[in-house]
């Protein structure tokens, strides 16, 4: 019996020994994480845009609308053609292939609409990978290209004549796309009052957003929502600035200028 006891005690005090002699022949290795990809230290604008001020008189603003997808908002495109007031509109080849109605209305009125490219998918025109609010950039110069000559190329086969202005999704690019796109013969539209912040404000608030522009601002606002309450509000905002003399003109119609060379 103390035979018994003496061998279970030797062997108990061999266990921690030979655990610890594991230890040191083996010792713990953590596996290797995956390097953090490389933060993008890229630079983007938002540019700016502003027409030639009228000075004395009547202020001069334009107003421009992006049609990025989806479909139109009646109140905003009836405002318009009702009371006959210019705008630039900015389409994509997505929103032209389910909207062939109002291109027809468009169309029908070339003295108050003016339709510009706002690229084949509704892609930042960023030539870098990277995201703007969540959407994933073009990424490189060659979809850089295609985005914006996609969007010329569905316009022309709609029956729009070529565009000279582009805007692309979300508005922010990188300086290199930005002369990427100048030298392919477009002004790149920024614009200096954000009237609906991508249809996303109340009525209300698009109301004061319109009613602080000034003499020579570019307005931008969206047709293409026609659920969102900010329709409401640009619909009687364009009516508010009407009673107050205010003369509406198209990109096309009128001297600008631009930041980040988007127009120089």
């Not at 003496?6 to 108990?12: E, G």
């Not at 392919?184 to 209300?204: E, Q, W």
Request: overall charge neutral; glycine content about 8%.
């Amino acid at each position: 019996m103390n035979r018994f006891l003496l061998t279970s005690a030797f062997v108990l005090a061999a266990v921690p020994a030979a655990f610890a002699a594991e230890s040191v022949a083996k010792p713990v290795v953590w596996p290797q994480l995956p390097p953090k990809a490389p933060v993008s230290n890229v630079k983007l604008v938002e540019p700016h845009l502003h027409v030639t001020r009228a000075g004395k008189g009547a202020p001069r603003i334009a107003l421009t609308f992006d049609a990025c997808m989806g479909k139109t908002d009646p109140r905003i495109l009836n405002t318009l053609v009702d009371q006959h007031i210019p705008a630039t509109i900015f389409v994509t080849a997505r929103w032209l292939r389910t909207n062939p109605e109002t291109l027809a209305v468009f169309l029908a009125h070339p003295d108050i609409f003016e339709l510009e490219d706002h690229g084949q998918n509704h892609i930042p025109a960023v030539d870098i990978p990277t995201k703007v609010y969540g959407i994933p950039a073009a990424g490189s110069p060659q979809a850089v290209a295609q985005e914006v000559k996609g969007g010329s190329d569905a316009m022309i086969a709609a029956g729009i004549p070529q565009p000279h202005w582009f805007r692309g999704a979300t508005a922010k690019y990188s300086l290199s796309a930005i002369a990427q796109i100048r030298g392919m013969g477009y002004r790149i539209a920024g614009y200096s009052v954000n009237g609906d912040s991508g249809s996303l404000l109340p009525a209300k608030m698009v109301e004061k957003q319109y009613a602080a522009a000034k003499d020579g601002d570019v307005i931008i606002s969206h047709i293409n929502q026609p659920t969102h309450a900010a329709g409401e509000g640009v619909a009687a905002s364009i009516l508010a600035l009407k009673a107050k003399g205010v003369q509406f003109v198209r990109l096309q119609d009128i001297p600008e200028q631009g930041d980040d060379d988007t127009t120089n």
